[in-house]
């Protein structure tokens, strides 16, 4: 039980002394999710705008992979993504092993179903008398897509904290393609690994503690930011 | 087919990436080395006592991710670091001979241990390693491995073997946890289990819990019980991108009069985790 209590103490100790190390891993932690975010939103936004926004033929089916794939393990997208990015692998050249932007990437592929999947119900989801509104307005094509675009944007932002939620708690994928190196690829969630690996229990707790106060900090920043665009 | 798709969205994500990412720090630029090295090196502390000085000494960075020693060397085979630090000799003879390693430079040593609940329920105090494990299986007393490939996990296996005992695998008793070697030990303590471990990790275990842990060395100070680590820089014929000359020159630091002695100084509860020995 004293774990527990240590591990609070520790966590107030850790963030007003600006420890080194933990701040270290905070930055790693808050680059990776930012940098799979921006990719992920970039990729995925416009896949589940089509996926959402067009019918064709063999949609539901599309649907059903994307849906599946929200269940990925971590790990066998790290070991997957580190298949690739092996030196013995056919992207090898890229140097994307054991770096920042190489866990980004992989995590990309993690959180990549999840934008397309909320981003394509948030489509569809819209008012069905959207478009024959629009159209009667005049719209064209390309400002009918535009605007459903613009009335599904809170549900592409819940997509986008869904998504961040998973990419700042995941393990696995930062611990195979990061290697969990001291001052450069050590995230929150790999210290937290070590620390109980090295049965640091209280450290590991206060590790935890920090993580939680920084996605309540950075949740907040999105609800602020919702409530000013709205 | 399927292959050439995933790199296609791979590129694709990587462009998307790199184009956010313009400036993030890479773990491979000059002057840094990258090392795959076995959980006990880390765990104990020692990496973090020795990598200020060697970067002192030479202007490397050293950089390390700490595996089992089988993932060190399968790292080391995929050319994705540029050295090793491990300790498993016959696998490492193997790995040279095959042409993945360049050569193998002893640094240290310390030994195995036997660990076991205060109250013994096999009764193995004192015994020898072989009459050890003999009554731990005949009593089926619980015994948690490290199953993970790593060099202490290929010491028990031998060790098994040594005491004419089929390996354990599937018997209730038998506890793989698959994981490092502090955390085994932690588990062992939970399951009141024996287990083997290197002395060094020993130490550091006995130190979180200052000195009075709930797991005691039973069975120590054999020969067959020697654990030797060495250095070995991967090989750069077959692996380009390798540092060949940053590792030779991290083999050659560690090997050097003034290292051996940092090694023989590192000491926890004041006890000394590693043995150099590069001179032997």
Same mark, same amino acid.
């Given at each position: 039980?004293?774990?527990? &209590?240590?591990? $609070?103490?520790?966590?107030?100790? $850790?963030?007003?002394?600006?420890?080194?190390?933990?701040?270290?891993?905070?930055?790693?932690?808050?680059? @990776?999710?930012?940098?799979?975010?921006?990719?992920?939103?970039?990729? /995925?936004?416009?896949?589940?705008?089509?996926?959402?926004?067009?019918?064709?033929?063999?949609?539901?089916?599309?649907?059903? @992979?994307?849906?599946?794939?929200?269940?990925?393990?971590?790990?066998?997208?790290?070991?997957?993504?580190?298949?690739?990015?092996?030196? !013995?692998?056919?992207?090898? &050249?890229?140097?994307?092993?054991?770096?920042?932007?190489?866990?980004?990437?992989?995590?990309?592929?993690?959180?990549?179903?999840?934008?397309?999947?909320?981003?394509?119900?948030?489509?569809?989801?819209?008012?069905?008398?959207?478009?024959?509104?629009? #159209?009667?307005?005049?719209?064209? #094509?390309?400002?009918?897509?535009?605007?459903?675009?613009?009335?599904?944007?809170?549900?592409? $932002?819940?997509?986008?904290?869904?998504?961040?939620? #998973?990419?700042?708690?995941?393990?696995?994928?930062?611990?195979?393609? /990061?290697?969990?190196?001291? &001052?450069?690829? #050590?995230?929150?969630?790999?210290?937290?690994?070590?620390?109980?690996?090295?049965?640091?229990?209280?450290?590991?707790?206060?590790?935890?503690?920090?993580?939680?106060?920084?996605?309540?900090?950075?949740? /907040?920043?999105?609800?602020?930011? !919702?409530?000013?665009?709205? | 087919?399927?292959?050439?798709?995933?790199?296609?969205?791979?590129?694709?994500?990587?462009?998307?990436?790199?184009? +956010?990412?313009?400036?993030?720090?890479?773990?491979?630029?000059?002057?840094?080395?990258?090392?795959?090295?076995?959980?006990?090196?880390?765990?104990?502390?020692?990496?973090?006592?020795? =990598?200020?000085?060697?970067?002192?000494?030479?202007?490397?960075?050293?950089?390390?991710?700490?595996?089992?020693?089988?993932?060190?060397?399968?790292?080391?085979?995929?050319?994705?670091?540029?050295?090793?630090?491990?300790? =498993?000799?016959?696998?490492?003879? +193997?790995?040279?001979?095959?042409?993945?390693?360049?050569?193998?430079? *002893?640094?240290?040593?310390?030994?195995?241990?036997?660990?076991?609940?205060?109250?013994?329920?096999?009764?193995?105090?004192?015994?020898?390693?072989?009459?050890?494990?003999?009554?731990?299986?005949?009593?089926?007393?619980?015994?948690?491995?490290?199953?993970?490939?790593?060099?202490?996990?290929?010491?028990?296996?031998?060790?098994?073997? *040594?005491?004419?005992?089929?390996?354990?695998?599937?018997?209730?008793?038998?506890?793989?946890?698959?994981?490092?070697?502090?955390?085994?030990?932690?588990?062992?303590?939970? *399951?009141?289990?024996?287990?083997?471990?290197?002395?060094?990790?020993?130490?550091?275990?006995?130190?979180?819990?200052?000195?009075?842990?709930?797991?005691?060395?039973?069975?120590?100070?054999?020969?067959?019980?020697?654990?030797?680590?060495?250095?070995?820089?991967?090989?750069?014929?077959?692996?380009?991108? +390798?540092?060949?000359?940053?590792?030779?020159?991290?083999?050659?630091?560690?090997?050097?009069?003034?290292?051996?002695?940092?090694?023989?100084?590192?000491?926890?509860?004041?006890?000394?985790?590693?043995?150099?020995?590069?001179?032997?």
């Amino acid at each position: 039980m004293d774990y527990i &209590w240590q591990g $609070l103490q520790q966590a107030a100790i $850790l963030l007003f002394t600006l420890d080194a190390e933990t701040y270290s891993a905070i930055i790693t932690t808050i680059k @990776v999710t930012f940098l799979s975010i921006t990719g992920s939103v970039i990729i /995925g936004v416009p896949l589940g705008f089509l996926l959402g926004y067009f019918h064709f033929p063999g949609k539901r089916q599309l649907r059903m @992979v994307v849906d599946t794939l929200l269940a990925l393990p971590t790990v066998v997208v790290g070991l997957l993504v580190y298949a690739f990015i092996s030196q !013995r692998g056919p992207l090898g &050249w890229t140097n994307l092993l054991y770096t920042v932007p190489g866990i980004a990437i992989a995590e990309v592929f993690l959180i990549l179903p999840i934008v397309i999947s909320l981003t394509a119900t948030a489509i569809e989801g819209l008012d069905r008398r959207l478009r024959p509104t629009l #159209r009667s307005l005049g719209a064209g #094509r390309v400002q009918l897509a535009l605007t459903s675009l613009h009335e599904a944007r809170f549900a592409v $932002l819940i997509a986008g904290i869904t998504a961040y939620g #998973r990419a700042i708690s995941e393990v696995g994928i930062a611990m195979i393609i /990061g290697g969990n190196i001291k &001052w450069h690829t #050590r995230t929150m969630t790999t210290a937290i690994t070590l620390e109980t690996g090295k049965g640091q229990f209280s450290m590991g707790i206060a590790l935890g503690v920090v993580l939680l106060l920084l996605v309540f900090l950075l949740n /907040g920043a999105l609800v602020l930011l !919702r409530r000013r665009t709205r | 087919m399927k292959k050439r798709v995933f790199s296609g969205l791979l590129a694709l994500g990587i462009a998307a990436v790199l184009v +956010a990412g313009a400036g993030v720090s890479h773990a491979q630029d000059k002057g840094t080395l990258l090392m795959a090295t076995t959980t006990s090196t880390d765990n104990t502390g020692l990496l973090e006592y020795l =990598a200020p000085e060697f970067k002192k000494d030479t202007g490397i960075e050293l950089l390390w991710v700490a595996v089992g020693t089988g993932a060190a060397l399968a790292l080391g085979e995929n050319c994705d670091v540029s050295v090793l630090l491990v300790h =498993a000799p016959d696998a490492e003879k +193997a790995y040279v001979e095959k042409g993945y390693g360049t050569e193998r430079t *002893q640094i240290m040593y310390n030994d195995f241990v036997i660990l076991g609940p205060k109250d013994d329920p096999a009764k193995v105090k004192g015994k020898s390693v072989k009459e050890a494990l003999q009554a731990i299986e005949k009593q089926k007393a619980r015994f948690a491995s490290r199953g993970d490939n790593s060099g202490t996990h290929k010491a028990e296996l031998d060790l098994w073997k *040594q005491a004419g005992i089929k390996t354990p695998d599937r018997e209730s008793w038998y506890l793989a946890t698959g994981q490092g070697m502090l955390n085994t030990i932690n588990i062992a303590a939970e *399951q009141n289990a024996y287990t083997l471990a290197d002395r060094g990790t020993f130490i550091k275990y006995e130190n979180n819990f200052k000195g009075n842990p709930p797991l005691v060395i039973l069975v120590e100070g054999e020969k067959e019980l020697r654990n030797q680590y060495s250095v070995i820089p991967v090989n750069p014929e077959r692996c380009p991108n +390798a540092k060949y000359d940053l590792a030779r020159e991290f083999a050659q630091w560690m090997a050097s009069d003034k290292t051996q002695k940092l090694i023989a100084e590192f000491k926890l509860l004041n006890k000394q985790l590693f043995y150099p020995n590069a001179g032997e």
